[in-house]
Nanobody, 123 residues
Framework: VQLQASGGGLVQAGGSLRLSCTAS????????VGWFRQGSGKEREFVAA????????YYADSVKGRFTVSRDNAKNTVYLQMNSLKPEDTAVYYC?????????????????WGQGTEVTVSS
């Protein structure tokens, strides 16, 4: 199983970005997917989690109402739409997957990780 994250970049505060996470090497309908981020000098933190196939999504309080998870099952791709970005959203963003439909906020519960994509929000 491989995950490819993309879509990061430099954006001004208040702007938007859409990150993509494309999976290959497996069948992902029964997987859970998580988004995490790690700022410079900080621990990796939970952002959002959902089932790869759809359904409810759980968001960290810090991004609730601004970030949205969506998916294109035909492309095995999950998206993280980030709106109203703030400088404190600056981080490397990772997508992760686990072969269990039960999603979790815990990093160690995820078996597969993408390489990370960097998001920088300027003030």
């Amino acid at each position: 199983v491989q995950l490819q994250a993309s879509g990061g970049g430099l954006v001004q505060a208040g702007g938007s970005l859409r990150l993509s996470c494309t999976a290959s090497g497996g069948t992902f309908n029964s997987y859970a997917v998580g988004w995490f981020r790690q700022g410079s000098g900080k621990e990796r933190e939970f952002v959002a989690a959902s089932r790869w196939s759809g359904g409810s999504t759980y968001y960290a309080d810090s991004v609730k109402g601004r970030f949205t998870v969506s998916r294109d099952n035909a492309k095995n791709t999950v998206y993280l739409q980030m709106n109203s970005l703030k400088p404190e959203d600056t981080a490397v963003y990772y997508c992760a997957a686990r072969p269990d439909s039960l999603f979790t906020t815990t990093t160690r519960a995820y078996d597969y990780w993408g390489q990370g994509t960097e998001v920088t929000v300027s003030s």
